[in-house]
């Protein structure tokens, strides 16, 4: 079973970018989805969960407004529309997956049943 995220790149301060985690060999149908981001130097911050239903979403502060999280049960991924892009969003961006609901995503001790890998998101000023 494995989790691919994609769609990191190098975007101009104020723009968009939308990455997507996909689940392989198992469904996202149970599972919540969250994704986290790791600057150089820095410790890893949740930015946003949805629950296994999509019922619920949470996002840090750092991005609530600018920043969307969907779920697409056929594709069996989770997307992350990001707008408004700042350099400080610059990061490694990865998906993890747990059993129905976010918890406590953002606590350091919070643990997945599944990770992604990275994708690098590069924001210019």
């Known amino acids: 079973v494995q989790l691919q995220a994609s769609g990191g790149g190098l975007v101009q301060g104020g723009g968009s970018l939308r990455l997507s985690c996909a689940a392989y060999?198992?469904?996202?149908?149970?599972?919540?989805i969250a994704w986290f981001r790791q600057a150089p130097g820095k410790e890893r911050e949740g930015v946003s969960c949805i629950s296994a239903r999509g019922g619920f979403t949470y996002y840090a502060d750092s991005v609530k407004g600018r920043f969307t999280i969907s779920k697409d049960n056929i594709k069996n991924a989770v997307d992350l529309q990001m707008s408004s892009l700042r350099p400080e969003d610059t990061a490694v961006y990865s998906c993890a997956a747990t059993y129905r609901a976010c918890g406590s995503y953002t606590s350091k001790t919070w643990v997945a049943d599944v990770w992604g890998q990275g994708t690098q998101v590069t924001v210019s000023s």
């Open positions: 060999e198992f469904s996202l149908d149970d599972y919540a």
